[in-house]
């Protein structure tokens, strides 16, 4: 993974220092709370319904053991023993003291981490694939671009105050695991006709109170204009980006409402007037790409029998694999998904003590690296199989190893009213009781890949716009209740939910949940997954059997 250089390390230690003073004069009243605002946002600190939220940048979703041992650290000194992972593949705290925010921020630059841009009006954390540069399917390792990207967002000076956040996302893989068409700037690693790689460009996507699905604005880009076209893309929307109303300021909105031809022309004046300035060499590709060279992999890791053996022997091990683990590109090696949703524990959430175990266990079976997903999970992307049985009782003694991986329990969830101010309703409370209610069922598995997303307001931290069975939820005088959508997708082939009906009452929604997987199971044909059922029949037997109910 990548190693700051001098640079890198003086930037943010300069960064810390000045937050620091920052604060003191928050706190000494020399700035008003309009005032230090804009600050806080732009070192990750929110205001939240209990008190302050921390939230912590994690490029690209890699993280070391180190940098593991330090967030566990920070989790047991600063907070109350636990940290938050984000959809973003972010790190939230939820009870940091305002005054030692930047003693936080101190440690976390020990262990080459920051809080900078992880919110405010700014570009945001760039996130990709999280089994970049070991799976099957890859065209190339989308890391080196991601960090390639990270330094040139990192305090741009041109960029600091945008009409609202921005986005980007990376892929290098045929199978979308990005939700690149999703983002204000989406990125595919590509063959063009010459076999050449390069860029596929998406521009105008993204989630909250209106979900949009990216549109290529460049078919193909080669590897040197990556930023040039990035910088002319973020120039001409921080121009003609609405700033008077922030339910429109995202470019999303721009590219809706001037058109795509319109805002590829201007990006095309714009890219041709500064398209040498910030020219990628092949050198400065290839030194970043040098620090994600491939870990010394174990030579006929394949050849183990033992792992073929516990399979047959331990059958809850074998569903543990099946559900929890991926192809790697390496013989003998599998990536490792851990599992953060048990059915009582927060979607995302992991203790201190987890967070220990989980840098240890990186360091024994993984190269020392840890990846978050966006659907709130991580993962140890470089498991021998013959290691894979002492890695899952690890797991299992820890409370990481439930064997959900892509099914209806596997659920993103926002914090919700538990501790968001912008919440109208409950999220973690609604999730756990469709996990109990699932947990029991004997065919959970057998029901293939589902994707249940919950958030408790229309921002949609949780993507619920695009979750197979999306939930929002909605305020009704008072009352918790939730809205439906059936069919979403953040793949490949990008959708948006459709609307099953009326909003459902907050004791009512764990039984819809659970009349709709009922109709899957009548309707599917065969092997027939619950996203294909829903696009082949449509919402109406779905809502049928819904709302008889209710």
Known sequence: MYQYTQDDQTLIDERVAQFRGQTERFLKGELDGDQFRALRLM??????????????????????????????????????????FTTRQNIQ???????????????????????????????????????SGVCKDEIEDPRPYCEIIRQWTTLHPEFAFLPRKFKIAVSGALHDRAATQFHDIGLHLVKNDAGEVGFKVFVGGGLGRTPVIGQVIRPFLEKKHLLSYLEAIVRIYNLFGRRDNKYKARIKILVKEEGLEKITELVEQEWQLNKSSLELSKE?????????????????????CSFNDRLQDNPTF???????????RVPGYRAAFISLKAPDTPPGDITDTQLDLVADLADHFSFGEVRST????????????????????????????????GTATDIICCPGLDFCSLANAGSIGITREINQALDDLDYLHDLGDIKINISGCMNGCAHQSVGHIGILGVDKKGEEWYQITLGGSSENEAAIGERLGPAVAKDQITRAVQDILDVYIKQRQEDESFLTTVNRVGITPFKEQVYANH
Not at 75 to 80: G, I, L, S, V
Not at 285 to 304: H, M, R, S, V, W
Not at 382 to 390: P, Y
Request: proline share 6%.
């Open 43 to 84: 070192n990750g600190l929110y205001i939240q319904t209990h008190a302050p939220m921390l939230r912590v940048a994690g490029p690209y979703g890699l993280l070391s053991s180190r940098q593991l041992r330090k967030l566990a650290e920070i989790a047991r000194k600063y907070d109350k023993g636990y940290c938050h």
């Open 93 to 131: 705290y939820n009870w940091p003291k305002l005054e030692e925010v930047p003693d936080i921020l101190a440690e976390l630059a020990e262990v080459q981490m920051h809080a900078i841009q992880t919110s405010g009006n700014c570009m945001r954390n760039t996130t990709t694939d999280p089994l």
């Open 284 to 304: 400065r590709i290839e030194f970043i790409k040098a620090q994600f060279a491939p870990p010394a992999y174990e030579t006929g890791a394949d050849l183990d």
């Open 318 to 328: 074998a569903t543990w694999v099946r559900q929890n683990t991926a192809d790697h």
């Open 374 to 405: 966006h659907r709130q999970n991580l993962i140890l992307t470089d498991v021998k199989q013959a290691d894979l049985f002492t890695l899952w009782q690890e797991l299992v003694a820890a409370n990481l190893a439930t064997p959900n991986i």
